[in-house]
């Protein structure tokens, strides 16, 4: 199911197959896991492996899972680099820890040489105990001090169980997804969104038919918050009243290190600004931890730095799945992202550390950037990623007589087992309407440089090249429209490019590429100077967005789209702008058929401008969450607004540190899909 269209390869995302040669001449000389088995489940298991390797090298490692009574591995971390020493490769520490069923699990280990092609594996059996014992329900700690684990005798065959919480003064409990009962297996679950030191109430309900019963009662006292984190303080604003959502009880946002525009906290508070759950990974050498999205199952996306294999940079490597308590379920890396993306034929997208010297026609893939989404079919993840690219002097303006480094876009998609199964380059598309233009600078002509805060690592600029790299499109987001038919396909992608001021749309088309279909190519562009003509029914002096951030198309795609218009080129001076004005929340309509844009209501002024980041959402009952992420209260500080709008009116308003997107939501397992 693969064809060639215009240089992109697609499929439909079937799971990836793993082997490895019999004529390997590597092999893998020790596995050893700290604890050893047998463990009972929610062990945090730490896995080290050694390998040998007749070639130069380098190794990578994989590790893969298969559940008990199953013979089909699930990858959990994709191949990433050892380190070698003394002759002997050692895989970076793999961390695992189950938090499903009770039984023999299959751990594998794949160990490669990419440059030989050649690799060795390896597989062994860990058993894992039930936490309960006989017909009583257990709740358990976790590393996570506001997380528990919650396990049930196994349940009838056909029925479904979740676990209810709450305070004893609590009236109504927050309760969980729903899980399919496996009998004789336990039932166990992940319990979010519980404040410090505090005492819960908490029991299962398991539902046959049109029946809930409640198991028996359980109480848990949370821990503290951990002394050795900074965690921010809110302060609330406007209080929750008669016209706030309180059905979306939940904000959630990742909060970014003051001054150096690094995301490196997750956090998710009620509506009086009181912690409830956090996410650190101090792992990391500058604890870079960008939550991309919540998902409905109980997990959520980063993007997060960590040990790849270009040993110029540890930015921005990782992108990681984890779960409420901060356990890795998948792990995949940009070194392994590009070997698959050059074995599709990306060119722009292999490694970056390889040219010498840097010249006009390098490019490579450098990190992942700003979003990953997983509401695509057949388990399917989407990531941003940036590429920079060699182009000859004097490309897009640049005047210092040398060849100029622009830094680009591209879309990947990983199917289930997060192996690239199609991708977009933007630098495919650069050749003019009706796609991209590569002389059509960034609006606000936005450059980066080596170490600069507000752009992904810069790993072409050196002797040679203009001191300045050209960020071109700086996309931000990412939104899969599921229904989507315009054009006789289904399922594009929306993608937001900040400096273009533009988001458009790019035919993805589930993947397909038959008949001409999910070529990759732009499809339109929206935006000042795009392809849509805006119907300025409510007279506004700047109707267009510009510098915008998370765009989506809200019920479940039927309409309308939102985003947070950050409004950069709109308070420019003149006359570019109109020389001042705040950041707004948009909700707008648009036809594809004729090309035109309409604001469903009157753009919401948040009152503050932020100057990047941000997000909007339409709530359940048509208010408006606004997320204002950076907002300059002097040179060296910034705050963060979480606003609710009901109209114009401010219905809540809480203050924090700046911040990088948000989100307000019923529960921790109950995220918006846009």
Known sequence: MRSEVNGLLGVICPLAALSAPASATVAITSIHATPAAPQAIGTVVTWTVTATDSNPGPLTFQFNVAPPNSSKFALVR???????????????????????????????????????????????????????????????????????????????????MRVAFKLPQAQKPVTTNWL???????????????????????????????????????????????SDITFPSFTVNVKAGSQTDKSAAVILINTIESGAFIPNLASAT??????????????????????????????????????????????????????????????TNTGVIQQQLLALGAADAGPCNVFNPVQVGSACLGAFHHDAIQ???????????????????????????????????????????????????????????????????????????????GCPPMLLLGPGISTYAKDWLHGNSLYYWPNDTFGGGSGDIVWSSRHQDWVMKVDYNNGV??????????????????????NNVFDDSWCWFSHQHEVGIENNGAGPLT????????????????????SRCMELT????NLTVTPSSPAIDVGVFSSAMGSAQLLSDNNMYCFAAIVFVNASHANSYSIEFAGATQVLNIEGPQGYRGWQMPSLYDPPTT
């Open 590 to 593: 648009f036809d594809e058929t």
């Open 375 to 453: 509401t695509l079919p057949n388990g399917c993840t989407a990531v941003l990623a940036n590429i920079e690219e060699i182009f000859p002097p004097g490309t897009q303006g640049d005047t210092s007589g040398l060849p100029v480094d622009i830094v680009g876009d591209m879309i990947i998609v990983l199917n289930a087992d997060w192996q690239v199964v199609w991708y977009f380059d933007a630098f495919q598309h650069d050749s003019g309407p009706p796609q991209l233009d590569i002389n059509r600078p960034a609006v606000l002509g936005e450059t980066c440089t080596v170490g600069d805060p």
């Open 270 to 331: 009620d509506l009086s600004g009181k912690i409830i759950w956090y996410y650190y990974q101090p792992a990391s050498s500058t604890h870079y931890n960008l939550l991309t999205r919540p998902l409905p199952n109980g997990t959520m996306l980063t993007i997060q730095d960590g040990p790849a294999w270009n040993p110029a940079t540890q930015g921005q490597q990782l992108l990681r799945q984890i779960d409420f308590a901060g356990n890795i379920v998948k792990e």
């Open 180 to 226: 399919s009962c496996h009998p004789p297996k336990s039932m166990t679950f992940e319990i979010a969104g519980m404040y410090p030191s505090a005492e819960y109430q908490m029991y299962s309900q398991t539902r046959t038919g049109s029946n809930i019963t409640n198991g028996a009662a359980l109480t848990f006292t949370t821990g503290a918050l951990p």
């Open 513 to 534: 590429q038959s008949g001409g279909l999910g070529t990759g190519n732009i499809l339109w562009r929206m935006g000042p100077d795009g392809d849509f003509y805006f």
């Open 78 to 160: 994709d191949f990433n680099a050892g380190t070698l020493s003394g002759g002997i490769w050692t895989s970076q520490p793999f961390v695992w820890s189950p938090t499903g069923i009770e039984g023999a699990y299959q751990i594998q280990v794949v160990v490669k040489d990419f440059g030989a092609g050649q690799t060795a594996t390896k597989s062994g059996a860990y058993l894992v105990t039930p936490l309960v014992s006989g017909s009583t329900p257990v709740v358990v700690p976790t590393a996570n001090p506001l997380v528990a684990l919650f396990s049930a005798p196994s349940c009838a065959t056909g029925s479904s």
């Open 563 to 582: 985003l947070f218009d950050n409004g950069n080129t709109r308070v420019q001076p003149p006359p570019r702008g109109v020389g001042s004005g705040n």
